[in-house]
């Protein structure tokens, strides 16, 4: 254990120390992961050839076409490779979409390679490499200037879902907006450990996980990161695509997700030409809510993080939000603070369903009122969320009970009946309330302000008689 840890940091100070000259050279954080992302999955086709094994790629286009190379050759030959196996099919087609080059400078390129080529990359343990890949995407998505943070979901958040959700071994389990695959890639480590059946694993591996994303950027990283932990090794699970016009009939019994929030960007095919059967809104969100809705199987069960804006808006929101509540059992809402995603400030949480019977009653956990968390000084932990998972009582809801009470009116966890719910016109469920009363009277409230006036004055005064005549 000591002797991998000691090769992940030491490997990890390689990776950042070529990342600062690349950045000094002007070559972006994000560039950089995905150029080494190419290089680091030649290298190991290469390794795998030279230990009897089939490799991936077609001759011509492999490690040793490009290592020997320096000078304008070496960037020519890379381009090269990355045009064919970026018209590839399969895993290598997955990895290389739309692979170009960003790192034009021979010199820079020459440095990449060279760093790769000193280890041995496919005989690592897959937890070893899996968590080197996994930590540089975690510091690409805290870098704010890249703005791959909307592309990374904390990682506290995903285990704690996937905790709750519990997915098992033999079910399918979904993320059709999946940015690098972290919830793919939690949910795999989650039911791995279910069962040693040869034939379970085997599923788990080839059969069980699928991700989509129509940024071919996060296509590649998060193909190779389910590769880096052997998952998907002949066939990527991960689709370049826009799930939002996908129309086919696939069904999962698991959806865990994090989709974008806004508009539909410019340019974008109109969803609503694609899938009449959804209300049309031009809303991300709530059409990937439909979208949800849409493939998940009888008795299936999901949890999406989702703006406040999906629990409070009228007109085709409310319509969703209504369809929603008719045909799946809204039962659990986790109410985030801010401060735990890239975009400051916004109002999320995540909603908990299955699908099949109508919403009842609604358990709600308010981690939001009194919390504060930032990315960078105070980010949010798994343990933060511990007491949501105990309360959420997953695979024995019967058993919930609640923190709130007239006793306890700050309790964080608390159920609202099914006639309570049926009664509002949203579902933003608030009722924690820490701020303190302020019981003092003007006069009070002058005299303590005097007397802290008083005390700077008499500080000023000390300080002055203390410093005579110098000069400052």
């Not at 286009?61 to 045009?83: A, M, N, P, Q, R």
């Not at 193909?223 to 991960?238: A, C, F, T, W």
């Not at 493939?295 to 929603?324: C, E, F, H, N, Y």
Request: with cysteine; proline share 3%; hydrophobic share 35%.
């Amino acid at each position: 254990m000591a002797q991998n840890q000691k090769s992940e940091s030491a490997l990890l100070n390689k990776v950042w120390g070529i990342a600062a000259v690349l950045a000094a050279a002007g070559v972006g954080f994000t560039d950089y992961i995905t150029q080494l992302t190419y290089i680091l999955f030649l290298k190991m086709d290469d390794e795998k050839e030279s230990l009897g094994l089939e490799s991936y790629l077609p001759e011509g286009s492999k490690w040793k076409d490009l290592c020997e190379l320096s000078g304008t050759d070496l960037v020519e030959k890379y381009e090269e490779i990355l045009k064919e196996l970026s018209e590839t099919e399969g895993l290598i087609g997955t990895i290389f979409t739309r692979a170009t080059n960003k790192i034009d400078r021979p010199v820079l390129l020459k440095k990449v390679i060279d760093m790769v080529s000193e280890d041995n990359w496919y005989m690592m343990e897959g937890d070893l490499k899996g968590a080197i890949y996994e930590d540089i995407l975690e510091r690409n998505g805290q870098d704010k200037k890249s703005g791959a943070g909307q592309y990374f979901t904390p990682r506290a958040l995903i285990s704690a879902i996937v905790d709750v959700i519990d997915p098992k071994i033999n079910e399918t389990v979904a993320d059709p907006c999946c940015g690098t695959g972290g919830f793919l890639l939690a949910a795999y480590e989650h039911m791995r450990t279910q069962s040693k059946d040869v034939e379970k694993q085997k599923f788990l591996k080839n059969n069980a996980l699928f991700g989509a994303d129509n940024t071919s950027l996060v296509v590649t990283l998060a193909s190779m990161n389910l590769y880096l932990h052997d998952i998907g090794v002949k066939k990527s699970p991960i689709k370049y695509q826009d799930s939002l016009v996908d129309t086919s009939d696939q069904l999962y019994q698991v959806v865990m997700t994090n989709p974008p929030f806004g508009t539909r960007p410019q340019g974008s095919v109109e969803v609503a030409a694609n899938r009449p059967e959804f209300v049309k809104t031009s809303d991300n969100q709530v059409n990937f809510l439909q979208h949800i809705m849409s493939i998940v199987k009888t008795g299936g069960r999901v949890g999406v993080v989702l703006p406040d804006s999906v629990l409070t808006d009228g007109g085709s929101t409310k319509q969703v939000r209504d369809k929603l509540m008719k045909d799946y059992n809204l039962h659990t809402i986790l109410r985030l603070p801010t401060g735990i995603f890239y975009a400051n400030g916004v109002k999320t949480n995540v909603l908990f369903f299955d699908k099949g019977e109508p919403t009842k009653d609604i358990w709600v956990y308010d981690y939001r009122t009194g919390v504060k968390h930032t990315m960078a000084t105070k980010p949010m932990t798994r343990a933060d969320l511990q007491e949501f998972v105990d309360c959420y009582c997953s695979g024995h809801m019967q058993d919930r009970r609640q923190t709130y009470s007239e006793e306890n009116p700050n309790g964080r966890w608390r159920r609202y009946t099914e006639e309570e719910v049926k009664a509002r016109e949203d579902l933003n469920f608030k009722w924690l309330d820490f701020t303190e009363e302020d019981n003092r009277s003007v006069n009070e409230i002058l005299t303590e302000m005097q007397q802290e006036a008083d005390g700077i004055a008499e500080v000023v005064a000390k300080l002055k008689s203390l410093l005579g005549g110098i000069k400052l």
